[in-house]
């Protein structure tokens, strides 16, 4: 494992890389508002996918390497994030890179999809505050030009999974891939839940 970490308008954020022996591909994650690159989905995604081929970069926010709290405002999130996924995306030119995160930087890498990532994957995407079901935060997910999964807990009060197929659907556009697990906005800690996460993930990036 390497920490590298890169310059941004809010000072360094750090890029926790997991390599592959042959990579195919590279997946660039981002944590939540209130949580860390140590989350459960994370941590379960940059053990298992090197060994599938796929190297695994976890990007910490500037807040986070600083060792501060901060409101994860949009703004924020972006420009921590912008300068790590022009850093990345120059260091592993010729491979796919595949971005995403959980809650609010699956919301990032969706906002900030382009032409040169080839999709994104969501671990609990968080379509509308718990109880605000009117404040939708779909436009995000259906802004995507490319292919989306969406790995969403069965009883997460930010919307479940039915939530975000009935909004995608509601949106029109392409429609994302959306994967119901136990669990609330964390997930399920079971081993179960685990290795579905890392299967529905290693599939979408077909590997």
């Not at 591909?25 to 140590?38: N, P, Q, S």
């Not at 509308?128 to 790995?151: T, W």
């Not at 997460?156 to 999974?161: A, E, I, K, Q, V």
Request: hydrophobic share 40%; glycine share 12%; charged share 20%.
């Amino acid at each position: 494992m390497t920490d590298l970490l890169v310059e941004t308008p809010l000072g360094p954020c750090r890029l926790t890389v997991s390599a592959a022996d042959d990579p195919r591909a590279v997946l660039l994650l981002g944590h939540g508002a209130g949580g860390g690159i140590e989350a459960f989905d994370l941590l379960a995604l940059a053990s298992a996918l090197p060994g599938k081929d796929v190297i695994v970069i976890r990007h910490e926010q500037p807040w986070r390497v600083a060792g501060r709290k901060t409101v994860a405002l949009p703004e924020r999130v972006d420009q921590g994030w912008r300068p790590a996924l022009d850093a990345v995306t120059t260091r592993y030119a010729g491979l796919p890179l595949w971005v995403g995160g959980r809650s609010a930087g699956a919301r990032g890498a969706c906002r900030n999809f382009d032409d040169r990532q080839a999709g994104v994957v969501c671990l609990s995407f968080p379509l509308h505050p718990p109880g605000r079901p009117d404040v939708s935060r779909i436009g995000e997910l259906a802004g995507v030009s490319g292919p989306v999964l969406v790995v969403q807990g069965e009883s997460d009060p930010f919307g479940s999974p039915k939530d975000v197929r009935d909004a995608a659907m509601a949106a029109g556009g392409a429609q994302p891939l959306v994967i119901g697990v136990p669990g609330t906005h964390s997930f399920s800690r079971r081993a179960d839940v685990r290795d579905s996460i890392v299967t529905s993930v290693a599939d979408f990036l077909r590997v």
